[in-house]
């Protein structure tokens, strides 16, 4: 006869999810680190109960905002390089719909996150309940419908039973390679406390390894025929290296066949900026050295990315017109795009295999010469740019070289704005992880939150937080959170009164100054926001700056001090880093009474026929 135990619903989920661990590198950890949790009337009783149960196990954590802890989670999930994650609780209503948008964050990302949402009465009798949307035609909806496309698997648990299969299944996506991302289990708040006999197997402790996919035979053959073809190939770098573990393997590969390599956003960190054959980043927001030799390579070994327009300069970076992709992913929708020859399979798996059978063969040596010179010149311009002035408002170029020279071993988190594209281009990653951007979905308040999440995931790590007061002003409140928990976080907050970066843009695409800056805003008054108040009121260390030499001992001061702390920093809302970049497809209008805007229109119709379309 079957062993069973008796408990409620909500118990079985925090049960199950304290017996999960993972192994890395040959050490056995608990594979969530924790629950994040906001109580509301739709989950108080039921899993507030349930986590009060197992908190020496299973780790509950307070914030202050649903969409911040949600963040924060996935933060934790993409510094752990997606090996451990962590689960998020809210109640019903909006405490739910804020985690949409971290839902999303995460579906574009492909990083585990488990959320676990109040939800209305499954036996409808107190219907409509408190928060509780109705529609008019279906009964079984909800607000949690929303985040249906944003969740790589969703279930709404009506019956305690049913949460043995969404569980298992849940583990299933949250682990995979190719399916990884976020999970929403909806939990309706009546069946969060009615109680069933679980096996007692359910709860048995399990230890997900990493799944590696070996490629097809035929794919790996035609991969190394074409790159033994090839007479300018490179390597695109993605966050699925990262995730794989692959660097070394990388490494070992570009080292062996003399091709050039470059990262995305989501790669950044794959090779250490140092690496003579690391041309850093790629795309609209490129370096000179990597983008001269992506315009002209015949053979494009993209591995572990999703080839997002930042990357391929809105298919109008490839410029050689036999240039073709090879693909290794281990996600087919990926290992297709661009009409590449796919290579699905894992990428260490996948780069080693290439490597053995690609045997002595090499690069021209021409070829490697042309990518140490263009490295060359990058470094020149990329330090001119970021070199030290007595600017009043100096550029966030500059400030990311103050920032680099003091805390350069430190990982930097950001997200959203200007920041992204001049850390792409300018940070000096020397470690795996050590960049850490979400810009996949760009989210602005992202940055803060995010920072919690890896000093959580990154315990013995400096982590300084790169933020723009436009992010700030969406969302600071972990802050608090970061405060109240003791961790030791620094957060660099660049101020250019309003949205800097999107109002280069609008210039840029011949728009006038309008409703970016506060100074092109409609307005009574101009806005004379005390960062430092603010953020001393959450309990953060914080001062503002009055230039890039006090910025360096400032941010040296922060070593020693520990706790949060928050440097603000005026910078110049116009200037960005001239070197390197490429054209970015935003559409211009065809019809305007703005001169500016009829000659960026004539210019748009001329970049669009560069791009490689099928």
Same mark, same amino acid.
């Given at each position: 006869?079957?062993?069973?135990?008796?408990?409620?619903?909500?118990?079985?989920?925090?049960?199950?999810?304290?017996?999960?661990?993972?192994?890395?590198?040959?050490?056995?950890?608990?594979?969530?680190?924790?629950?994040?949790?906001?109580?509301?009337?739709?989950?108080?009783?039921?899993?507030?109960?349930?986590?009060?149960?197992?908190?020496?196990?299973?780790?509950?954590?307070?914030?202050?905002?649903?969409?911040?802890?949600?963040?924060?989670?996935?933060? /934790?999930? =993409?510094?752990?390089?997606?090996?451990?994650?962590?689960?998020?609780?809210?109640?019903?209503?909006?405490?739910?719909?804020?985690?949409?948008?971290?839902?999303?964050?995460?579906?574009?990302?492909?990083? +585990?996150?488990?959320?676990?949402?109040?939800?209305?009465?499954?036996?409808? @009798?107190?219907?409509?309940?408190?928060?509780?949307?109705?529609?008019?035609?279906?009964?079984?909806?909800?607000?949690?419908?929303?985040?249906?496309?944003?969740? @790589?698997?969703?279930?709404?648990?009506?019956?305690?039973?049913?949460?043995?299969?969404?569980? &298992?299944?849940?583990?299933?996506?949250?682990?995979?390679?190719?399916?990884?991302?976020?999970?929403?289990?909806?939990?309706?708040?009546?069946?969060?406390? %009615?109680?069933?006999?679980?096996?007692?197997?359910?709860?048995? &402790?399990?230890?997900?390894?990493?799944?590696?996919?070996?490629?097809?035979?035929?794919?790996?053959? &035609?991969?190394?025929?074409?790159? @033994?073809?090839? *007479?300018?190939?490179?390597?695109?770098?993605?966050?699925?290296?990262?995730?794989?573990?692959?660097?070394?393997?990388?490494?070992?590969?570009?080292?062996?066949?003399?091709?050039?390599?470059? %990262?995305?956003?989501?790669? =950044?960190?794959?090779?250490?900026?140092?690496?003579?054959?690391?041309?850093?980043?790629?795309?609209?927001? $490129?370096?000179?050295?990597?983008?001269?030799?992506?315009? #002209?390579?015949?053979?494009?070994?993209?591995?572990?990315?999703?080839?997002?327009?930042?990357?391929?300069?809105?298919?109008?970076?490839? =410029?050689?017109?036999?240039? &073709?992709?090879?693909?290794?992913?281990?996600?087919?929708?990926?290992?297709?795009?661009?009409?590449?020859?796919?290579?699905?399979?894992?990428?260490?798996?996948?780069?080693?295999?290439?490597?053995?059978?690609?045997?002595?063969?090499?690069?021209?040596?021409?070829? #490697?010469?042309?990518?140490?010179?263009? *490295?060359?010149?990058?470094?020149?311009?990329?330090?001119?740019?970021?070199?030290? $002035?007595?600017?009043?408002?100096?550029?966030?170029?500059?400030?990311?070289?103050?920032?680099?020279?003091?805390?350069?071993?430190?990982?930097?988190?950001?997200?959203?704005? !200007?920041?992204?594209?001049?850390?792409?281009?300018?940070?000096?990653? %020397?470690?795996?992880?050590?960049?850490?951007?979400?810009?996949? /979905?760009?989210?602005? $308040?992202?940055?803060?939150?995010?920072?919690? !999440?890896?000093?959580?995931?990154? +315990?013995?790590?400096?982590?300084?937080?790169?933020?723009?007061?436009?992010?700030?002003?969406?969302?600071?409140?972990?802050?608090?959170?970061?405060?109240?928990?003791?961790?030791?976080?620094?957060?660099?907050?660049?101020?250019?009164?309003?949205?800097?970066?999107?109002?280069?843009?609008?210039?840029?695409?011949?728009?006038?100054?309008?409703?970016?800056?506060?100074?092109?805003?409609?307005?009574?008054?101009?806005?004379?926001?005390?960062?430092?108040?603010?953020?001393?009121?959450? $309990?953060?260390?914080?001062? *503002?700056?009055?230039?890039?030499? %006090?910025?360096?001992?400032?941010?040296?001061?922060?070593?020693? @001090?520990?706790?949060?702390?928050?440097?603000?920093?005026?910078?110049? +809302?116009?200037?960005?880093?001239?070197?390197?970049?490429?054209?970015?497809?935003?559409?211009? +209008?065809?019809?305007?009474?703005?001169?500016?805007?009829?000659?960026?229109?004539?210019?748009?119709?001329?970049?669009?026929?560069?791009?490689?379309?099928?």
């Amino acid at each position: 006869m079957t062993e069973t135990i008796r408990l409620t619903m909500a118990q079985a989920v925090a049960r199950f999810l304290a017996a999960q661990m993972t192994e890395i590198e040959g050490e056995t950890l608990p594979l969530f680190g924790g629950v994040w949790a906001i109580f509301g009337h739709g989950n108080v009783a039921g899993m507030g109960e349930a986590l009060h149960g197992v908190r020496d196990s299973l780790p509950t954590f307070r914030a202050h905002n649903e969409q911040g802890m949600a963040h924060a989670a996935i933060a /934790f999930a =993409k510094a752990s390089f997606r090996r451990r994650m962590m689960a998020c609780t809210s109640s019903i209503g909006p405490g739910a719909t804020n985690m949409v948008t971290a839902a999303a964050l995460a579906h574009v990302n492909r990083l +585990p996150v488990l959320l676990l949402p109040g939800d209305v009465f499954a036996n409808r @009798r107190p219907d409509p309940v408190l928060q509780q949307i109705e529609d008019f035609a279906d009964g079984t909806v909800s607000a949690n419908d929303c985040f249906k496309p944003v969740s @790589r698997y969703f279930d709404r648990i009506t019956r305690p039973e049913q949460i043995m299969p969404a569980l &298992r299944r849940a583990m299933q996506v949250l682990t995979d390679p190719a399916d990884c991302g976020p999970v929403t289990l909806s939990l309706c708040q009546d069946t969060q406390a %009615e109680a069933y006999d679980y096996p007692v197997s359910f709860f048995a &402790r399990t230890v997900h390894g990493q799944r590696r996919v070996q490629p097809d035979t035929d794919e790996l053959a &035609r991969a190394v025929a074409a790159i @033994r073809g090839a *007479k300018t190939p490179i390597v695109i770098a993605g966050g699925g290296v990262l995730y794989s573990g692959a660097s070394e393997a990388l490494r070992r590969f570009i080292e062996n066949h003399d091709v050039p390599a470059m %990262e995305t956003q989501a790669g =950044k960190s794959v090779l250490p900026h140092s690496h003579a054959l690391n041309m850093g980043s790629v795309g609209v927001t $490129g370096t000179s050295a990597a983008n001269a030799l992506a315009e #002209r390579a015949d053979v494009i070994l993209a591995v572990g990315t999703r080839l997002a327009d930042f990357t391929t300069g809105s298919r109008a970076l490839f =410029k050689n017109p036999d240039a &073709r992709f090879v693909a290794l992913n281990v996600a087919a929708i990926d290992a297709a795009k661009h009409g590449a020859m796919a290579l699905v399979a894992d990428a260490r798996v996948g780069l080693g295999l290439l490597d053995d059978a690609l045997g002595q063969w090499r690069a021209p040596r021409d070829w #490697r010469a042309d990518a140490e010179t263009g *490295k060359a010149a990058w470094l020149a311009d990329a330090e001119a740019a970021t070199r030290a $002035g007595n600017a009043a408002l100096p550029s966030d170029a500059q400030v990311i070289g103050a920032t680099q020279r003091t805390l350069g071993d430190a990982i930097v988190v950001c997200a959203a704005g !200007g920041l992204p594209g001049e850390l792409h281009k300018l940070w000096a990653a %020397e470690k795996p992880g050590n960049y850490h951007l979400e810009y996949g /979905f760009s989210t602005m $308040g992202y940055e803060i939150a995010g920072g919690l !999440g890896v000093r959580l995931a990154r +315990p013995d790590d400096d982590v300084v937080v790169m933020v723009g007061d436009g992010s700030y002003m969406m969302a600071n409140s972990e802050l608090s959170s970061a405060v109240m928990m003791g961790v030791k976080l620094t957060v660099v907050l660049l101020d250019n009164r309003g949205f800097g970066c999107i109002n280069r843009l609008q210039m840029a695409t011949g728009g006038a100054n309008f409703n970016n800056l506060f100074a092109d805003a409609r307005k009574a008054k101009m806005p004379e926001i005390d960062f430092v108040a603010h953020a001393a009121a959450m $309990g953060a260390h914080a001062q *503002k700056i009055a230039g890039i030499s %006090e910025l360096e001992a400032a941010l040296a001061a922060t070593r020693a @001090r520990g706790g949060v702390n928050v440097l603000v920093i005026d910078t110049d +809302p116009l200037i960005a880093t001239e070197a390197g970049g490429h054209w970015w497809d935003v559409a211009v +209008p065809e019809i305007s009474d703005r001169v500016d805007v009829q000659a960026r229109r004539a210019d748009y119709e001329k970049q669009i026929t560069g791009q490689r379309i099928g």
